[in-house]
């Protein structure tokens, strides 16, 4: 039988940064927008188990590696906040964008190759894999942590293309966005000084 409590404060890292990190929301419609998400989740899903078996295979080869990646993901982390704190500071405005009707499987194509060609999320995964959520662990824990990644994505961005896409929840975001800014940007700052300075 496999244990999955020995990974599960890993999970919870992870996780914490996965879910926070796709909170920021982006303008999106309703309807063939979670055709996109669903495009987006499977492009995030398949840069986490490249990333995981990439990092695995450095790891494998050099111990000092773990110490660099942590480095790299917490300076991208650092970089998050700075990003959250400048929106903060001054908010861009939240619209839902009018794009023509595509077929589903067109919508689908185009969130699965945004996020697969996109730097900032492969930068992103490496900052997750620097958690070491399933270092060493069994394909099994592996495939439920990937799992849970997907579920996770999907949820966080469907969600934003739905609420986003009703008049009132837009102008009530848009009204607090300062304050889930910055909590956004203590979070990131926060998560970069743990992830710099916990010993491997």
Known sequence: MIEFAPYLPGFVAAYAILLVGAS????????PALVTCAGIATGSMTINILTM???????SQAAWAMSLLKLVGAAYLVWLAYGAFKKALNPPKVAVMKTPKQAHAKLFAQGYALQ??????????LAIAAVGAVEGAPGTVIAAFVAGAFVISFTMHAAWALFLSSGPIRAAYAGGRRWIEAGLGSFFTLAAYKMATTES
Do not use: E, H
């Open 24 to 31: 920021s929301p982006p303008n999106q419609g309703r309807g």
């Open 53 to 59: 078996l990439g990092v695995g295979l450095i790891l």
């Open 116 to 125: 697969v060609t996109n730097p900032k999320a492969i930068v992103f995964w």
